[in-house]
């Protein structure tokens, strides 16, 4: 049923889809890239790696960042006005290990109570402790102390809860190609992070379900990896790549066994690890940005997204020709989301839980950001093709509220729904801001209100 028109990049109108009652709608931010306060908490390795000259591109760091700790009842007022049921938060293992650090998530846990947005916090983006270290398994048992401590002070009041985000990309980019902190380059050597991070995870949740929580998932990154050619090296390289980005970490979470081949790479006894892993979700955290096209490898190294492909990789990565870009060089393909979900269901069947997209969003310059409100106008429109097609959907978050410190790249790329002025901290909701708020009021006149 179609129940308003939405205005797309070149001021056109088409109609907007209606989502099911119950749908949840959300934006997402984490606690490195927003929040400050630097002083207040302990050192994370994202600290010790931009304190290197040369790890960020503007040699920018998080120490203020968007100041959210001294101003976070201005962004709830910016959650409550925007009209989002959830905001997905991330909390500071630094920060919970330093004296009050976990006051301040209590009082930003009742800030949002009050403005009846519901608190979704996830527990583990990135900021590790600096004195830690995923590649010993002992991080994962005292990551599920830390969530237990978490869990004993908010879980009053947290329904819903996230382990960790992206450890992929933490894995890739922080370990195996040294462009995230803690800025190793490990390559394939990297894989016991992998594992001892999917271990912490599985610890999480046993640690949250004794807290009584009944609402637990995990926000992974996924995207359709797409063959250069229909040539054999080719798709073996596709193949190879899909294993490292999509099932290395959901086949071990999904079906509690690691790819083929896979399993003998890992450290200590994988198959005890794996029963631990694989604790039962609640739902399945999806963050999808665009495909990847992938081919044999090259002999060159490659920039992607980013990052510094090695040369010796078994595959490269290739251009998408033929679509937009963002801001960041991103290609913009909003069916990839609906061929990445109807493709999990296909292969994991009754396994995989009810989906939510917590994360979805584009790095654009600008105030008047009509590009942004037609890349989220076009992902919202693929998500509900996924429902249409069969696949249990429950929500969807925006990447981000508020631009923020994007990791290496600095305070060069702005993904935020508010722009923020770095050097004042002045927050003003740009046009995309209005048009997200203005589909959720849509949406409530159609019965999708969440309590």
């Given at each position: 049923m179609i129940r308003r028109m939405a205005i797309d990049e070149r001021g056109a109108t088409r109609p907007t889809p209606r989502f099911p009652a119950g749908f949840l709608w959300?934006?997402?931010?984490?606690?490195?890239?927003?929040?400050?306060?630097?002083?207040?908490?302990?050192?994370?390795?994202?600290?010790?790696?931009?304190?290197?000259?040369?790890?960020?591109?503007?040699?920018?760091?998080?120490?203020?960042?968007?100041?959210?700790?001294?101003?976070?009842?201005?962004?709830?007022?910016?959650?409550?006005g925007l009209g989002v049921d959830a905001y997905r938060f991330s909390i500071s293992w630094p920060r919970v290990d330093s004296p009050g650090g976990l006051d301040f998530y209590d009082r930003l846990v009742d800030e949002l109570c009050a403005a009846g947005v519901r608190p979704v916090p996830t527990l583990f983006h990135w900021d590790l402790p600096v004195a830690l270290d995923w590649l010993e398994r002992d991080t994962a048992a005292r990551f599920a102390a830390y969530v237990s401590r978490v869990a004993e002070r908010l879980g009053d009041r947290v329904g819903t809860w996230i382990t960790l985000n992206e450890p992929a990309e933490h894995t890739l980019l922080g370990h195996a190609l040294g462009t995230h902190a803690p800025g190793r380059r490990l390559l394939f050597d990297a894989l016991p992070v992998a594992h001892h991070q999917l271990l912490a995870h599985g610890l999480a949740v046993q640690a949250l379900r004794a807290a009584g929580a009944a609402d637990v998932g995990i926000a992974n990154s996924h995207g359709p990896t797409w063959p250069?050619?229909?040539?054999?090296?080719?798709?073996?390289?596709?193949?190879?790549?899909?294993?490292?980005?999509?099932?290395?970490?959901?086949?071990?979470?999904?079906?509690?066994?690691?790819?083929?081949?896979?399993?003998?790479?890992?450290?200590?006894?994988?198959?005890?690890?794996?029963?631990?892993?694989?604790?039962?979700?609640?739902?399945?955290?999806?963050?999808?940005?665009?495909?990847?096209?992938?081919?044999?490898?090259?002999?060159?190294?490659?920039?992607?997204?980013?990052?510094?492909?090695?040369?010796?990789?078994?595959?490269?990565?290739?251009?998408?020709?033929?679509?937009?870009?963002?801001d960041f060089g991103w290609p913009v393909v909003p069916e990839g989301l609906t061929e990445l979900l109807t493709g999990f269901r296909d292969r994991y069947g009754d396994r995989l839980p009810p989906v939510v997209i917590t994360e979805n969003g584009c790095s654009y310059e600008g105030v008047d950001d009509h590009a942004r409100i037609a890349y989220l106008d076009g992902h919202v429109r693929a998500l509900h093709r996924a429902l249409e097609a069969g696949v249990d959907v429950r929500g969807y978050f925006v990447w981000s509220l508020l631009d923020n410190f994007e990791w290496a790249e600095g305070y060069a790329r702005r993904f935020g729904l508010v722009h923020v002025d770095f050097a004042t901290g002045r927050r003003t909701p740009k046009a995309s801001y209005r048009w997200f708020r203005d589909l959720l009021r849509a949406q409530r006149r159609t019965g999708t209100r969440t309590a």
């Open positions: 959300g934006v997402s931010t984490s606690a490195h890239q927003i929040e400050g306060a630097a002083d207040l908490r302990g050192r994370s390795v994202w600290d010790a790696f931009t304190a290197e000259p040369g790890r960020v591109k503007d040699s920018s760091t998080a120490d203020v960042a968007c100041d959210h700790y001294h101003r976070y009842r201005e962004d709830v007022a910016l959650l409550a250069a050619s229909r040539e054999q090296a080719d798709l073996e390289a596709a193949d190879f790549y899909d294993l490292l980005l999509n099932r290395l970490f959901a086949d071990p979470l999904l079906l509690g066994r690691y790819p083929e081949g896979v399993e003998a790479l890992m450290p200590g006894d994988v198959e005890a690890d794996l029963r631990v892993v694989a604790e039962p979700l609640d739902f399945y955290g999806v963050n999808y940005y665009a495909p990847t096209r992938v081919g044999a490898p090259q002999g060159t190294e490659i920039e992607f997204g980013g990052a510094s492909m090695p040369a010796e990789l078994p595959f490269s990565v290739r251009d998408i020709e033929g679509v937009p870009r963002t």
